[in-house]
């Protein structure tokens, strides 16, 4: 299934900065032109802001993007059958540069969620429609652009490690079919309630591993049966 992977999104919440629009400028200048940033001219050769004032950097080629607002840090990866070697990079390199670097150099604080989405391009086969007519009591069997998102609240076992917090993970799932494909998500998010001042105290590497775990051992199982519905 790892080679469905089509992308990798991560996304940083943190508390609300008015801040960040107008520091927004040296920031852009550190990931693309700093001494320790992964990232580069390169990798990003495009710069826009919108009316709210979000920078974004991205790559029209790749579809790769970082944008950053008043509220988030989000970074869209491209995945061409090398999952791990992304994965790893992103784990090893990226959340490094942003926790030694973009958020301790630039103040950036009061961490609220971490998240990372897998995204996945899978065949089209009938299960989506048998969903809509199970809903529609049979009155609609054969459904255009099906779009369907649900999501899952769990217990956050990392909260053993901070004593006294409501933190929790939330899972949300998606399937949106667009032509003959269907493009599926795991979206895997981690609350810190209270929140983090420090993102470099938010045990990020380890939501990543649990995240990729999760994926692999529930997710994937799910993806699993639909493929054997797409076979017979």
Not at 53 to 65: G, I, M, V
Not at 95 to 103: G, I, R, S, T, W
Not at 172 to 195: C, G, R
């Amino acid at each position: 299934m790892e080679k469905k992977i089509i992308g990798i999104t991560i996304g940083i919440r943190f508390a609300r900065s008015f801040r960040i629009p107008d520091i927004s400028g040296r920031i852009i200048d550190d990931v693309l032109y700093g001494d320790k940033s992964p990232f580069g001219t390169n990798f990003f050769p495009k710069v826009q802001e919108n009316s709210n004032r979000e920078k974004t950097l991205y790559n029209p080629k790749t579809s790769e993007y970082l944008r950053i607002n008043t509220d988030d840090l989000i970074l869209g990866i491209t995945v061409d059958d090398n999952f791990e070697e992304k994965f790893n990079w992103i784990k090893n390199e990226v959340l490094k540069y942003f926790k030694e670097v973009l958020f301790r150099e630039y103040e950036i604080k009061n961490i609220k969620r971490f998240g990372v989405i897998f995204s996945h391009k899978i065949t089209k086969n009938e299960k989506l429609n048998e969903a809509i007519s199970l809903i529609t009591d049979n009155d609609i069997e054969e459904a255009d652009n099906i779009s369907i998102s649900f999501s899952k609240k769990l217990i956050a076992v990392e909260s053993l490690y901070r004593k006294n917090v409501n933190d929790y993970r939330n899972t949300i799932y998606s399937f949106n079919e667009i032509k003959k494909a269907v493009y599926s998500t795991l979206d895997y998010q981690y609350y810190y309630e209270p929140i983090i001042e420090d993102l470099r105290e938010c045990f990020t590497d380890k939501i990543l591993d649990d995240a990729k775990n999760f994926l692999k051992n529930d997710f994937y199982n799910w993806l699993a049966e639909y493929e054997k519905a797409k076979n017979k």
